[in-house]
């Protein structure tokens, strides 16, 4: 049944990210772009909300709701409209253990998704993307080889989110045994960071997104038990792991852009030239109803994609069509919110400037995040 | 809760709608070629279809609603032809939807039976309605109104019984003069002056009316108040703007149903010569063809979104007027955009009339122009989001 | 030396044709497209300006100028601004002559070029697009194949312009016995209409450009002497060719979209809405603005891909530029066009719904003018 | 006659420039990241490169004219850094072009050596000079101007040695009133408030100027005409419209240097990475990636095209106002959608601060918003087409 309607559940929920974004992550975004580092005490904030907790299993001292993709849409997008560095951050820890509660084995699930239920923060993260100009996530140059009743992992990885502070690692690797490319091809093993072979690299610096702590990972022959294949013999689904990650990007992409607007329409109507406010001029006006339009298009999107995935649907052509259509209009919808402003929109004194550098930094990093 | 997925019961309308559509689509082309003609109200292929509702079974709480359905339906027909139907809808004119929206009780009993056309647009005003030149004066003697002007662009004007026709009591009132009266075909001074020859929709009867000293009587005023409300707009106008809110959805959804027939085809012949269209991959795992194809494709789901976003608001009972504007500004270009970029794709064969696309590429334009253009649209958008009024911005 | 200015000689030529768009071509169009037909006595009318013979050499009776492409991009962009479908009828006989006079040898020159010399019109057309939903101008199906001292051809091809009345077909075929694919493996054979095995299919019936007669063609194993093969042993410039063809429309496209605009713009200023010109609100004004900044963009594309051939230079990337990008801003222009018109753009009582069709038939048939 | 070939002494001096951008370029990212700082007049490489003009023979009828070589040069420049340069010319500001514009023959030859920033913009105006606050007073007695006010985007406002400053006379006679003074940062009361922090040219400098009681010589008015002329723009007025004329076309030059890097470091990658980027074949002979490529070299050439006949026309001594705005225009626009575009095409590399086609996305941000900004150039452009005034089209 074809339905827009939030429950209530996922409007107060959503309400109480709004106030957390409009409170906590807004007001300390600026300066935390600028200082290259997550506010003190966010992780420890955010991790208040229960965001990954609520949905994991009661088995493993979870809140046991459902798993909701649709809600996390919701939540998503409500942090990115603070800012979407910080909305990364608070979100790693679920990119994670979400990823372990729909792929793993009985066994891995009790074994690792307990410390995602407790009181302290903990985080670890999905290592996908790799150093190459044509990164294809279907296409991984870092190769799992099984040796006895081991995996031996070797490749480079880039733009490992919170990965200087991750407990564990979820590579993403391709079988070496796999008949065939592709989905079927791709593996999950979850390696502990101080297993021998592997190397954080330094901090990567970014156009944007500054404040969102990632490296560069070597695994140089690094061996995982068996038993730390995701999904164990069956493996991973990989294309709901692909699909969740890119509706994922689309929801903060989408809460960017209506960041963009909300900010450019008040400054518009308060903005003058030539005797009216410039949101008096068409060209202007015009430009405001596009960003609406296309806020609205991104999200029913993005939402289609969770409700296919909450669903346990294939969503691999609507979570594609969720964040290339996402990333392209929140491109444009910075871009254009950054010309509202003209020169004020250039200056750091204003956040536009940051919000272009942010959607067009999220948007080439499709597989960092996950709902 | 927020549910993307058809029931079963959803699924197995639009399959049939698709199955209607396809068997009307076999006409499309000689309507297109012969536009002086009309197609009829059913097609010999008729009796093979006892109509969607005939076949299925109550809604229940687990199918979409009306509303939303509706659109999907209207989608599913204009993907088989813009015209050409099975059987042909009585009623179904735009000047029923006004009709509905602002007839007394009396009125609506009286004329809702009949197919009925709506007669807004005139040679001198485009979307503008404070330019309406076409008069309505009362003779008290006879109590009947004398209605004079012309008309252009009226949807169904040939076939229909009569017309839902804006006149102005008194041009000085602006808007405010405005009102809708009902004239049927009957009426003496009812000339049709001729029917249009367009771009597209060619099957399509869209009308041209003259009114001279048209006389009908004064029970025929819409809603039948008569006096002109000082300041603001009048009850005609507020009324239209009602329907526009039901209607803008759905001439999207008429669009979106051909953009989506365009996809179809090109989808077919790609695959057909080999071009792999999977998703999956990203920009690097793919051929320029798939890339803009599945840009396309994105562009057209993200439409029909914002329709049936619109739809699923009304039926709601949520106010939709931002919503409408939104539907019917993005799918009026969406439509435009997937068929061109389908043509381009196809290359010399697109544009080719031995196939349909091209006939699709011409039919969808007026999408973006009846019901309001893009601009109109955008100026809604525009003055709601920025809490303007008219004076505010021009 | 960068240049902009046209001649002294060329704005004569210039000033000729747009007055000969003006008073024979714009007035005929519609009738043209209505009944599908060239206009009675056009083709004779058109000779009369001695578009072709001019450029072709004394030595077989033409006027002796220099080919001259930047010259052909000002005539062609006149031509069409008067109407597409007519410009290429007009330019038919150049399409042939030219590839004949800029790749033939010697022998086929002085044997196929004097009949473009005379007073009586005379045209060939050049077969080159294929019936295939995937057509690509570099990877043909139609193959010639090298039998003692003959060629044997074979394929099928689509949208020959002028093919129901052309003498001479210049038919565009993959060399069976080159070893590597692309340019390198196309050939051009001169094929008479007459020639046993080929079959004049039924009239196109078109989008736009109705008025433009053009047929499809079936070559059943036509056979042709080598001296027909165009270049002999040389074979022809595949890439100058095709540049030369991808160029012209790019004049034809840049012309169309300068008719829209310049019908537009009295329009916009005539019509009235809501107190005021439709020109005075910034929507509409901006949109104007933007036709004008492309119309510019589109034809100095043209003019340098045109220039790098009056130079013999290779002139591969700057076509394929001019093409693409002409055929995307025509396209945008003659839709946005209607636009402007609204429901007056949509009847056929404008010519802005007939610019909307030629401009998209145009633009994907990019093989069929040459300059 | 129509060419766009270059000769050799054309492409000598253009390879030149390359070679010393490509020097200067080793210190781009320095001062990126250290915005407090500036880059020396001087870099060490500057003796390897003893200037253009020291190694080029003159110039001769084959050869490209000094305006249309001027506009490939900056573009040349800007592909090694937008503001780091191998030596820094002096008196490049645009203060300069205002003086040369409409400074006395005397102001010119006493002013002309030192580096003038152009100060236009206040915080309350974006590009409206009808609410320049910033006011001149002439002072009788002492024969001076008391100017008081504030400036904010200058450009090379911390180095230049004084500025070129819009100030108005009288409030109420908006443009006519407003004039443009030279003012020494000597000058009693004139206060470099800050450098501004930018999104992108974060090297340059940009700065924010304060006049308080700010006095100077009776003789600094440029020009010296102190009447306010009835009606229609002020001589100041006009002259910086004429200093815009000789800048627009640089500006968007400027920015497509710095695109042309992009697409060329682009390129550079996705070859080394098997991408084949060959002309020739049409859409379904290509990958994605060498179709999304090709399109934005084709708006690079564009663009630059625009910006070369707004320079050849006023090299020819004919009027360019038009094409000037054409040309800022659609350069301002291609360079955002270029270097975004090679962003897309790179993936993650893009956004890595290791390369610097992040900060070539930046830097060129602001070619749309300076020196008027796309909205602005569409205005001119439309008036101008329209053949309407300043009322007519707002």
């Given at each position: 049944?074809?339905?827009?309607?939030?429950?209530?559940?996922?409007?107060?929920?959503?309400?109480?990210?709004?106030?957390?974004?409009?409170?906590?992550?807004?007001?300390?975004?600026?300066?935390?772009?600028?200082?290259?580092?997550?506010?003190?005490?966010?992780?420890?904030?955010?991790?208040?909300?229960?965001?990954?907790?609520?949905?994991?299993?009661?088995?493993?001292?979870?809140?046991?709701?459902?798993?909701?993709?649709?809600?996390?849409?919701?939540?998503?997008?409500?942090?990115?409209?603070?800012?979407?560095?910080?909305?990364?951050?608070?979100?790693?820890?679920?990119?994670?253990?979400f990823a372990i509660a729909d792929h793993g084995t009985?066994?891995q699930q009790?074994?690792?998704?307990?410390?995602?239920?407790?009181?302290?923060?903990?985080?670890?993260?999905?290592?996908?993307?790799?150093?190459?100009?044509?990164?294809?996530?279907?296409?991984?140059?870092?190769?799992?080889?099984?040796?006895?009743?081991?995996?031996?992992?070797?490749?480079?990885?880039?733009?490992?989110?919170?990965?200087?502070?991750?407990?564990?690692?979820l590579?993403?690797?391709?079988?070496?045994?796999?008949?065939?490319?592709?989905?079927?091809?791709?593996?999950a093993?979850?390696?502990?960071?101080?297993?021998?072979?592997?190397?954080?690299?330094?901090?990567?610096?970014?156009?944007?997104?500054?404040?969102?702590?990632?490296?560069?990972?070597?695994?140089?022959?690094?061996?995982?038990?068996?038993?730390?294949?995701l999904g164990g013999?069956r493996g991973i689904d990989a294309?709901r792991l692909?699909?969740?990650?890119?509706?994922?990007?689309?929801?903060?992409?989408?809460?960017?852009?209506?960041?963009?607007?909300?900010?450019?329409?008040?400054?518009?109507?308060?903005?003058?030239?030539?005797?009216?406010?410039?949101?008096?001029?068409?060209?202007?006006?015009?430009?405001?109803?596009?960003?609406?339009?296309?806020?609205?298009?991104?999200?029913?999107?993005?939402?289609?994609?969770?409700?296919?995935?909450?669903?346990?649907?294939?969503?691999?052509?609507?979570?594609?069509?969720?964040?290339?259509?996402?990333?392209?209009?929140?491109?444009?919808?910075?871009?254009?919110?950054?010309?509202?402003?003209?020169?004020?929109?250039?200056?750091?004194?204003?956040?536009?400037?940051?919000?272009?550098?942010?959607?067009?930094?999220?948007?080439?990093?499709?597989?960092?995040?996950?709902? | 809760?927020?549910?993307?997925?058809?029931?079963?019961?959803?699924?197995?309308?639009?399959?049939?709608?698709?199955?209607?559509?396809?068997?009307?689509?076999?006409?499309?082309?000689?309507?297109?070629?012969?536009?002086?003609?009309?197609?009829?109200?059913?097609?010999?292929?008729?009796?093979?279809?006892?109509?969607?509702?005939?076949?299925?079974?109550?809604?229940?709480?687990?199918?979409?609603?009306?509303?939303?359905?509706?659109?999907?339906?209207?989608?599913?027909?204009?993907?088989?032809?813009?015209?050409?139907?099975?059987?042909?809808?009585?009623?179904?004119?735009?000047?029923?939807?006004?009709?509905?929206?602002?007839?007394?009780?009396?009125?609506?009993?009286?004329?809702?039976?009949?197919?009925?056309?709506?007669?807004?647009?005139?040679?001198?005003?485009?979307?503008?309605?404070?330019?309406?030149?076409?008069?309505?004066?009362?003779?008290?003697?006879?109590?009947?109104?004398?209605?004079?002007?012309?008309?252009?662009?009226?949807?169904?004007?040939?076939?229909?019984?009569?017309?839902?026709?804006?006149?102005?009591?008194?041009?000085?009132?602006?808007?405010?003069?405005?009102?809708?009266?009902?004239?049927?075909?009957?009426?003496?001074?009812?000339?049709?002056?001729?029917?249009?020859?367009?771009?597209?929709?060619?099957?399509?009867?869209?009308?041209?009316?003259?009114?001279?000293?048209?006389?009908?009587?004064?029970?025929?005023?819409?809603?039948?108040?008569?006096?002109?409300?000082?300041?603001?707009?009048?009850?005609?106008?507020?009324?239209?703007?009602?329907?526009?809110?039901?209607?803008?959805?759905?001439?999207?959804?008429?669009?979106?149903?051909?953009?989506?027939?365009?996809?179809?085809?090109?989808?077919?012949?790609?695959?057909?010569?080999?071009?792999?269209?999977?998703?999956?991959?990203?920009?690097?795992?793919?051929?320029?063809?798939?890339?803009?194809?599945?840009?396309?494709?994105?562009?057209?789901?993200?439409?029909?979104?914002?329709?049936?976003?619109?739809?699923?608001?009304?039926?709601?009972?949520?106010?939709?007027?931002?919503?409408?504007?939104?539907?019917?500004?993005?799918?009026?270009?969406?439509?435009?955009?997937?068929?061109?970029?389908?043509?381009?794709?196809?290359?010399?064969?697109?544009?080719?009339?031995?196939?349909?696309?091209?006939?699709?590429?011409?039919?969808?334009?007026?999408?973006?122009?009846?019901?309001?253009?893009?601009?109109?649209?955008?100026?809604?958008?525009?003055?709601?989001?920025?809490?303007?009024?008219?004076?505010?911005?021009?």
């Amino acid at each position: 049944m074809i339905s827009f309607g939030a429950s209530e559940e996922q409007e107060l929920i959503r309400n109480t990210l709004r106030e957390f974004a409009a409170q906590v992550l807004r007001p300390a975004a600026r300066a935390a772009d600028e200082a290259s580092e997550l506010p003190a005490g966010f992780l420890d904030q955010s991790w208040e909300l229960g965001l990954t907790a609520t949905q994991l299993p009661a088995a493993v001292g979870g809140g046991g709701e459902a798993r909701s993709p649709g809600t996390n849409a919701l939540v998503l997008e409500e942090l990115a409209h603070g800012d979407a560095a910080l909305a990364l951050a608070a979100a790693a820890p679920s990119a994670f253990a979400f990823a372990i509660a729909d792929h793993g084995t009985t066994e891995q699930q009790g074994r690792l998704l307990p410390r995602y239920c407790g009181s302290k923060f903990a985080t670890g993260t999905i290592a996908w993307v790799e150093p190459s100009p044509v990164f294809d996530p279907l296409a991984l140059t870092t190769v799992a080889e099984a040796k006895g009743d081991k995996f031996v992992l070797s490749g480079k990885k880039r733009f490992v989110v919170m990965g200087d502070r991750a407990d564990e690692l979820l590579v993403i690797a391709r079988n070496a045994s796999a008949a065939t490319g592709g989905f079927a091809a791709l593996d999950a093993f979850v390696v502990p960071r101080g297993a021998p072979g592997v190397t954080i690299g330094e901090r990567e610096k970014l156009l944007g997104l500054r404040a969102l702590p990632a490296v560069s990972l070597t695994l140089d022959k690094v061996e995982v038990p068996a038993a730390n294949r995701l999904g164990g013999e069956r493996g991973i689904d990989a294309r709901r792991l692909l699909a969740c990650s890119r509706a994922a990007s689309g929801a903060l992409l989408t809460g960017l852009a209506r960041a963009v607007l909300e900010f450019a329409i008040p400054y518009a109507k308060d903005r003058h030239a030539f005797g009216e406010a410039i949101a008096q001029k068409q060209a202007i006006a015009f430009n405001l109803a596009e960003m609406r339009i296309e806020t609205d298009a991104m999200r029913w999107l993005v939402w289609k994609a969770a409700s296919f995935l909450e669903h346990d649907r294939d969503a691999t052509r609507e979570a594609y069509q969720a964040l290339s259509y996402t990333a392209e209009r929140a491109m444009k919808i910075s871009d254009d919110g950054v010309q509202v402003l003209g020169g004020h929109g250039f200056i750091r004194e204003h956040p536009v400037e940051m919000w272009y550098r942010h959607a067009r930094t999220l948007s080439v990093l499709d597989t960092v995040a996950a709902l | 809760m927020i549910d993307f997925t058809f029931s079963d019961r959803d699924q197995k309308i639009l399959d049939y709608v698709r199955s209607e559509s396809l068997a009307a689509r076999k006409y499309a082309r000689h309507y297109d070629e012969n536009e002086h003609e009309f197609a009829p109200d059913e097609l010999p292929e008729a009796a093979n279809f006892p109509g969607v509702f005939a076949v299925m079974r109550k809604p229940g709480p687990e199918d979409s609603g009306p509303m939303v359905m509706g659109m999907l339906i209207a989608a599913g027909q204009t993907w088989g032809d813009y015209s050409v139907r099975v059987r042909r809808g009585r009623g179904a004119g735009l000047g029923n939807a006004a009709l509905g929206a602002s007839g007394t009780a009396e009125q609506k009993a009286k004329w809702g039976p009949l197919l009925l056309a709506m007669a807004i647009t005139e040679p001198g005003c485009g979307s503008d309605p404070s330019l309406v030149q076409t008069s309505a004066r009362l003779d008290e003697a006879t109590n009947e109104w004398v209605v004079n002007g012309e008309k252009i662009f009226v949807t169904t004007g040939c076939r229909a019984d009569g017309a839902v026709v804006w006149a102005t009591l008194d041009k000085s009132a602006g808007r405010a003069g405005i009102k809708s009266f009902f004239i049927p075909k009957t009426a003496p001074g009812f000339i049709v002056a001729h029917k249009e020859k367009k771009l597209g929709i060619r099957a399509d009867d869209t009308a041209a009316y003259v009114f001279k000293d048209c006389r009908i009587p004064r029970d025929h005023l819409l809603g039948g108040k008569e006096e002109i409300p000082r300041g603001g707009d009048s009850g005609g106008f507020r009324d239209v703007m009602k329907t526009f809110n039901m209607t803008r959805p759905a001439t999207a959804a008429f669009g979106l149903g051909m953009s989506q027939a365009a996809l179809d085809f090109t989808r077919e012949q790609l695959e057909a010569a080999g071009v792999d269209l999977a998703y999956g991959a990203g920009v690097h795992g793919k051929s320029a063809a798939a890339d803009r194809f599945q840009r396309l494709e994105a562009l057209q789901e993200a439409a029909m979104l914002t329709v049936l976003n619109a739809a699923w608001l009304s039926q709601n009972g949520k106010p939709n007027n931002l919503e409408a504007s939104i539907s019917k500004a993005k799918g009026g270009g969406a439509v435009r955009e997937i068929t061109q970029g389908c043509i381009d794709l196809l290359g010399p064969l697109g544009v080719s009339r031995e196939h349909l696309i091209e006939k699709w590429f011409r039919d969808v334009r007026i999408t973006d122009i009846y019901e309001g253009t893009g601009q109109i649209q955008r100026l809604i958008i525009a003055r709601t989001i920025l809490d303007y009024g008219r004076g505010e911005l021009k």
